[in-house]
Each structure stands twice: as C-alpha cells, then as structure tokens.
C-alpha cells in the first residue's frame, strides 16, 4: 500500500489566500518532498526537507516536517491563480525511491 | 537539456497487444523509475533501476517487464496489454542518494495509454 495520507483531498480558494495541505506517513523516512502536478503535465519538484529539519523555506512556500507525529505540512502564502494544480508529498525511505500520496487538488479562483 | 523524454505521448492498445514505452534522459542520472498514475490513486511505483544492468521491482510490478542495459535508456514493456493497464505512464529519473541533487525526481511528460 502506499506510504503517505494527503489532507484535505481538494482545496478551493480566493486568490491571495494561504493554502495548507497536509501529509502523513507510516515508516520512517530519509527525506520528504513536495511535487506540484498542472493538468495533464509531468510531476516537478517543489521542495525537499530532510528528516533531521523541522522547517524550510522556499519563496512563497513553506514546509514542516514533525517525524514524532510523521507528517508534513505545505503551506502557499499568498496564493495565485496560477498556483491552481496538484499537490503530491512524497518520501524517500531507501535509495532513490520516492513513494507518493494521493495528492491535494488545489483551485485558487482570481 | 532535454531532461526526461517519453514516447509516445499517447497509445491505443487492444487486450492481448504488446507495446514498449520508451524513456530516455540526458542528465547521466543514476536512478530510474517508472510509475503509474490512476484517479484517485496517486502515483504507483512499477519498476525501478538504480543503475545499468540493475532493476527492481514496485508497488505494482505485475504485467510489466523492465530493462536497464545503458545510463541512459530505461524502455517499459507490456507483454500482453489488459484494460486494467489503461492509465498515464510517468519515467522518472534522479542522481539516487548521492549529490546536490539526491532523490530529486525529473519527470518525462507522461505518456497516456488505452488498453481496449
């Protein structure tokens, strides 16, 4: 079965709004990522935080990691209309191999 | 760079046919993978190789075989096509554990297969 739980399944906002989408997972982890998925387009690499880090930035995008609690967050401040995609965690448990989770559908309406 | 480059981009098989997907990167990555993704599934490891001449099976391996014989190629077969296999097909690659870039995937851009 796959490893991670993503929350909520869909997300529906204003433009300008904060996004959060969680993620939880079973087994421990080397890492954790976050990949964002337009329609009908491949999977791209947003952001990586490793299993000793606790927070990271990147521009808009922050994400938490609590491996006691075995979740993530993903948090878009400020969202815009082109943020409008999917969502996915992923987590690297040995080498190279990520395992995904069901993804957050994301709608920022302008 | 191309990155990660998947043909073809959209197929239609019959039950029973066989077809190769094929994939190919130019980034000397070690690690390659192939994954499935179906509605409300996620994305589903099939198979993956974690260098020339390696491969492994996924979540998922079943009706599918795999071949690693260069760096560079990393060809998905389906030996005999079953409707149960009609979803995107998604060849991804990354430098594996080591590097500045360790366990970062770049993906192709899918590849749609219809298995009537």
């Known amino acids: 079965s796959q490893q991670g739980e993503e929350d909520p399944q869909a997300l529906s906002i204003q433009e300008g709004e904060n996004a959060t989408m969680n993620c939880s997972y079973k087994?421990?982890?080397?890492?954790l990522q976050w990949y964002r998925q337009n329609s009908g387009r491949g999977l791209v690499h947003l952001i990586l935080?490793?299993?000793?880090?606790r927070e990271k930035h990147s521009g808009r995008l922050r994400v938490t990691l609590d491996t006691s609690k075995k979740s993530s967050s993903l948090l878009i401040t400020a969202s815009r209309a082109a943020d409008t995609a999917s969502y996915f965690c992923?987590?690297?448990?040995?080498?190279?191999?990520?395992?995904f989770g069901q993804g957050t559908i994301l709608t920022v309406h302008p | 760079n191309a990155g990660v480059t998947q043909t073809p981009k959209f197929q239609v098989l019959k039950t029973g046919q066989s077809m190769t997907l094929q994939c190919a990167q130019d980034?000397?990555?070690?690690?390659m993978s192939w994954y499935r993704q179906d509605p409300g599934m996620g994305l589903r490891l099939i198979h993956y190789?974690?260098?020339?001449?390696?491969?492994d099976q996924g979540e998922v391996p079943n009706g599918y075989n795999v071949s690693r014989s260069t760096t560079e190629d990393f060809p998905l077969r389906l030996l005999s096509a079953a409707p149960s296999q009609t979803s995107v097909y998604f060849c991804?690659?990354?430098?594996?554990?080591?590097?500045?870039?360790?366990?970062?995937?770049?993906f192709g851009a899918g590849s749609r297969l219809t298995v009537l």
């Open positions: 991804a690659s990354s430098y594996g554990d080591r590097g500045p870039g360790a366990n970062v995937l770049t």
């Open positions: 087994t421990s982890i080397n890492n």
């Open positions: 935080i490793r299993s000793n880090e």
């Open positions: 992923a987590q690297t448990t040995s080498y190279g191999k990520l395992t």
């Open positions: 980034m000397n990555h070690e690690y």
């Open positions: 190789s974690v260098g020339a001449g390696i491969t």
